[in-house]
Each structure stands twice: as C-alpha cells, then as structure tokens.
C-alpha cells in the first residue's frame, strides 16, 4: 500500500505521540508499505515552526531529514496532476495544506494516514 502522511501524522509517528492509533502505528511499521511525505507537508512544517507554533528539537530542514531518513519515509513532491485536481474538489475542508495531500492522493491513488475527519469525506482513502 502506498500511504501518505498528513502532517500530524507525521509529527505523531516520529515522536511515537500517544494521539497515534494503533492502526496508525501498524501501517507505519508495515514495511510492505511505501510511506511518503508530501513537499507540502514539508512545507507546513516550515511555515508553522517559522511562526511559533511548532517548536522542533532541530532546525525544520534537518528535522524532517532525519525523521524520514530514520523512519524510511520517502518524499512525494507536489505535480501538476496533483494541482489540477483542486478544481474537483468541494470546499468541505478549508486548510490549503489538506487540501493539497487530498489533491496528491486523488492524483495518485494514495491512501492518506490522518486523524483527520474533514479528509474523509473527500473521495480518497483514509486510514486511522
């Protein structure tokens, strides 16, 4: 299965937070598995530590270096065919960085590890 992080999810995973599921966690750890983080989680992850709201043990860049180097976590950059699906879709979820991996999972055909209920109700597969 090729599984796509939302940003909580991956906060959650690397420091093994105890907001994880068990589901979560097996998935993760499912090394069948391809697990990716998408560049505009990355992206949040900079925008949020920038404003205050993220405090991270090391700079962002290195960081997410490390978590996904130490936890096999592949990147999925953001594509046009990605981008090209936020005209399909309803505004039932207003952040602009859900949106996207929403995006990057219909063009792609990811299942999207999220706790996140708004996710759900788009027409992509969630796992929690």
Not at 59 to 74: G, K, N, S, T, Y
Not at 113 to 119: E, F, P
């Amino acid at each position: 299965m090729n599984v796509l992080l939302d940003t909580c999810a991956f906060l959650w995973l690397t420091s093994d937070d105890a907001a994880l599921s068990e589901k979560a966690k097996t998935v993760f750890q499912n090394r069948d598995n391809t697990v990716l983080l998408s560049s505009v989680s990355i992206w949040e992850v900079l925008v949020k530590h920038q404003l205050g709201k993220l405090p991270l043990p090391l700079a962002p860049e290195a960081f997410v270096r490390q978590q996904c180097r130490d936890h096999l976590i592949d990147y999925l950059p953001l594509d046009e065919k990605a981008v090209f699906q936020l005209s399909r879709l309803p505004t039932l979820h207003r952040d602009p960085f859900d949106r996207m991996l929403i995006c990057q999972a219909m063009a792609h055909d990811l299942v999207i590890l999220t706790a996140d209920g708004l996710i759900s109700q788009y027409p992509v597969a969630t796992l929690w």
